[in-house]
């Protein structure tokens, strides 16, 4: 059984400075992998899917990492704003043969930006 | 395309109830999915559509959950006696055609559940 993991589970970092999120998996025989976004009360919102063959990508301040061997990826954000503030989730994606994209996600990592 | 839409919002429910929440995909979407989320965790799947066919569902989902997506449209999912337990956040998203990658997933606001 898949499972992801997300540390740290909570980090404060003052405006302006550049973090990095980790996220590891057990089951290296993954899709893709997607890191998004959830705000208090709401939704997801996808930030960057990485295929697994691959191995970065980036998005404006956001850069995500994927090493499928080692079963980790890392999610940078360069120049933290207070509008970053959220819970940050990673999710790994297995095709299920039923044409299912089936994503597991970690807990998340809830990340404060002070002014 | 207003993204994928969820009603209700909230949802305050008394245990025993049957509860039944509604999704709206994106329009030109052939796959649905329901997550579960609960304070602290990440979603866990519990169902899967494509188009009007339910193709996969997790061992989380218990007899007293079903869900429907008649003409491969809109969704719903239902929980009959409903349990404290059954109290979280459930999650729609779709995806299909149209998106950067068919496996994208776009989700909708989520329904709050609470069971008292």
């Known amino acids: 059984k898949q499972e992801v993991t997300q540390i740290p589970a909570a980090l404060s970092v003052p405006e302006g400075e550049n973090l990095v999120l980790n996220c590891s998996f057990t089951d290296s025989a993954i899709y893709n992998l997607q890191w998004f976004r959830q705000d208090p009360g709401k939704g997801l919102t996808s930030l960057l899917l990485?295929?697994?063959?691959?191995r970065e990508q980036t998005s404006g301040r956001l850069n995500a990492s994927l090493d499928k061997s080692s079963g980790r990826s890392t999610l940078y954000i360069a120049a933290s704003q207070p509008g970053d503030s959220a819970t940050y989730l990673c999710a790994v994606v297995k095709y299920s043969g039923a044409g299912s994209y089936q994503l597991t996600f970690g807990k998340g990592t809830k990340l404060s930006v002070i002014p | 395309d207003t993204g994928v839409s969820q009603n209700p919002r909230h949802k305050i429910t008394k245990r025993g109830q049957n509860v039944t929440f509604r999704c709206d995909p994106i329009s030109e979407h052939n796959r649905l999915y329901w997550y579960r989320q609960t304070l602290g965790q990440g979603p866990e799947f519990l169902t899967y559509f494509q188009n009007e066919a339910q193709l996969e569902k997790s061992r989380l989902l218990s007899d007293r959950f079903s869900a429907e997506r008649p003409k491969g449209s809109f969704s719903t999912l239902e929980i009959q006696r409903t349990e404290q337990g059954d109290s979280a956040m459930y999650l729609c998203a779709s995806s299909g055609p149209g998106a950067d990658h068919q496996e994208t997933q776009y989700f909708g606001p989520g329904t709050r559940l609470l069971v008292l």
């Open positions: 990485i295929q697994s063959s691959q």
